[in-house]
């Protein structure tokens, strides 16, 4: 359900020379912002009221879509088998977006901030100033959430690239991350970014 302020919307516009009104796509002016941006709940896993913008998500406890959720994910990636495929998916993003796996990129972003929380224990995480900071603007579900998709991704994407050494890499890794298609493709340079991260932490690895 989305709220839009109440103001007067026009709906119709005649021009003197056509013969016919045109309808045109809904304007909207938002305060203090110049373009449209909506915050939608999107679900993880077919959980019903799930996902990092449902009121009843409740990050980090033991009641919430956000335990449910996360109780699916581990037993999913439960081995390094399925962990190797997941992260080979994300670095071999192919171009066509509908071949990507898995669709619904809101499992990645699951798979991630269970990586940060977990990482926090032994330092893979990157430490102060780290994937923490990433996972708190995730469970905030405002900078990754509000704004278009790409706007969405771009944001995760620079966050993660940001903090990137923390986790020391290999140079080749590093290089890659420096030179994702940011500008031509936020998506699948999301996909990829992802896989870079979890692969540097050694999440693989863990078992």
Known sequence: TFWFPQQKIPTM???PHLKFPLVFLLILSLEGATSFSMSI????YGVSNSGWT?????WGSAQGTGHD????????????????????????????????????????????????????????????????EVLQYMAQAER?????????????IQDMKDRFHLINPTKDDA???????????????????SGL???????????
């Open 69 to 132: 959720c996360a109780a699916i994910c581990r037993r999913q990636y439960g081995t390094t088998k399925a962990k190797k495929i997941l992260v080979q998916a994300l670095l071999d993003a192919p171009s066509a977006a509908g071949n990507r796996e898995p669709q619904n990129f809101e499992e990645v972003k699951l798979v991630l901030g269970l990586a940060w929380q977990n990482g926090r224990w032994d330092g893979s995480d990157g430490g102060r100033g780290g994937y923490g």
């Open 144 to 156: 990754y959430e509000v704004g278009t998709q790409e706007e969405c991704s771009r944001r995760l």
């Open 175 to 193: 290089k890659e991350m420096d030179s994702l298609p940011v500008e031509t493709d936020a998506d699948g340079a999301l996909r990829r970014c």
């Open 54 to 58: 449902s009121p009843k998500w409740n």
């Open 41 to 44: 709940s999107k679900e993880i």
């Open 13 to 15: 516009i005649h021009y």
């Open 197 to 207: 991260v979890l692969g540097a932490m050694g999440w693989v690895e863990k078992g």
